[in-house]
């Protein structure tokens, strides 16, 4: 198998889950063989299940004095970035679908990646603690954070949910796997870190079976004969005008609050990212059997591989730019001094 697709074999599996439900929806649908409105909340919970049992929870200690930058992502992850997403909402959703429009507040809303951060903060020469600990703190703080978020959006825009289910399904499919997986960490932490790759893979797995089961629901109820190119445009669109915003603003408050080079590189590959691994089981909680979670979800899905090809990018060029500054720096480091030693 060729190693460009061994790498990126999640984001090229994406639209091939969203083709499948175009050729067999019934196979995925709610009410079909695999009985998706059961096995996607299995699906949540191991997810969440395997998350509490990768999680580095020292990550947590080892980053805590590193409170500007702690500041910058969090709060641009859950204050900034919905923000920004009300704003746009405001002047431009009136043209959207409503569910498409409550797809692009649920994109602002969700908390930052793990995984994809880390990597492109040691990629690019950048904190990789700190980006560690923002990201572990984002995905904590997102299970909470994130429902009520989307609560109050409803809520204000008339949609209103009752909360109280919601809590619950929270509580059982998100937040009990994830503290069972902490806890099940300090005797198996060598057996997770050692397969952790595999772990990865099977979450990623999940994902793309939610995925599959939201838009299979999607074509069954003929949502996407009714918009087409109207929904697809737009989306792709708007999210192309949510992530420059957010890498705009995330180096412009990096450099007000004047961070050093390591913290500012782990803020731009940390503050703007959105998590899909996370992002698709949420949803499926939060939204249940939603006639349209895959519209919801689309901005989702397109704001993914966009971050990684243009995060991607960037944090290869920072890197050879710390490579630069480091060989440039070396000699003057190594030099010994002769002073001290002639007197």
């Known amino acids: 198998?060729?190693?460009?697709?061994?790498?990126?074999?999640?984001?090229?599996?994406?639209?091939?889950?969203?083709?499948?439900?175009?050729?067999?929806?019934?196979?995925?649908?709610?009410?079909?063989?695999?009985k998706t409105s059961i096995s996607t909340k299995a699906g949540v919970a191991l997810i969440f299940l395997i998350q509490g049992l990768t999680l580095p929870s020292t990550a947590l200690r080892k980053g805590l004095s590193q409170w500007k930058l702690h500041l910058l992502v969090q709060s641009f992850t859950f204050?900034?970035?919905?923000?920004?997403?009300?704003?746009?909402?405001?002047?431009?959703?009136?043209?959207?679908?409503?569910?498409?429009?409550?797809?692009?507040?649920?994109?602002?809303?969700?908390p930052s990646t793990i995984t994809t951060s880390v990597i492109l903060t040691g990629m690019a020469g950048g904190n990789t603690v700190g980006a560690l600990f923002n990201a572990v703190l984002s995905s904590l703080l997102g299970v909470f954070v994130t429902p009520l978020w989307v609560a109050?959006?409803?809520?204000?825009?008339?949609?209103?949910?009752?909360?109280?289910?919601?809590?619950?399904?929270?509580?059982?499919?998100?937040l009990i796997p994830l503290v069972l997986g902490q806890g099940l960490r300090p005797p198996f932490a060598a057996w997770a870190d050692r397969n952790k790759k595999r772990l990865g893979n099977l979450s990623s797995a999940i994902v793309l079976f939610?995925?599959?089961?939201?838009?299979?629901?999607?074509?069954?109820?003929?949502?996407?004969?009714?918009?087409?190119?109207?929904?697809?445009?737009?989306?792709?669109?708007?999210?192309?005008?949510?992530?420059?915003?957010?890498?705009?603003?995330?180096?412009?408050?990096?450099r007000a609050l004047s961070l050093q080079r390591p913290d500012l590189i782990a803020a731009?590959?940390?503050?703007?990212?959105?998590?899909?691994?996370?992002?698709?089981?949420?949803?499926?909680?939060?939204?249940?059997?939603?006639?349209?979670l895959g519209l919801i979800l689309l901005p989702v899905l397109?704001?993914?591989?966009?971050?990684?090809?243009?995060?991607?990018?960037?944090?290869?060029?920072?890197?050879?730019?710390?490579?630069l500054l480091s060989t440039a720096t070396k000699p003057m480091e190594t030099q010994p001094s002769q002073g001290p030693q002639n007197q």
């Not at 061994?6 to 969203?18: D, E, T």
């Not at 669109?237 to 890498?247: D, E, I, M, N, T």
């Not at 998590?275 to 949420?282: F, Q, R």
Request: positive net charge; hydrophobic residues 55%.
């Open 1 to 34: 198998m060729p190693p460009f697709f061994l790498r990126n074999w999640f984001a090229l599996s994406l639209p091939i889950a969203v083709a499948l439900a175009w050729v067999i929806p019934d196979l995925g649908s709610a009410d079909g063989p695999l």
């Open 79 to 110: 204050l900034v970035f919905p923000v920004m997403g009300i704003v746009l909402d405001r002047l431009a959703g009136g043209w959207l679908a409503p569910d498409l429009r409550l797809g692009f507040l649920y994109l602002a809303v969700l």
């Open 152 to 174: 109050w959006l409803m809520k204000a825009s008339g949609q209103q949910q009752p909360l109280g289910p919601v809590i619950v399904e929270i509580v059982t499919l998100l």
């Open 210 to 254: 939610i995925v599959y089961a939201a838009f299979c629901n999607s074509v069954k109820q003929r949502l996407w004969t009714q918009h087409g190119l109207n929904v697809l445009l737009p989306a792709a669109g708007g999210v192309l005008l949510l992530f420059g915003l957010a890498v705009l603003l995330t180096e412009a408050l990096a």
């Open 268 to 292: 731009r590959c940390c503050a703007p990212q959105k998590t899909l691994a996370s992002g698709v089981p949420m949803a499926k909680i939060i939204f249940g059997a939603h006639p349209g």
């Open 302 to 323: 397109l704001y993914h591989p966009l971050q990684l090809i243009v995060c991607g990018a960037l944090a290869s060029r920072w890197g050879r730019e710390a490579n």
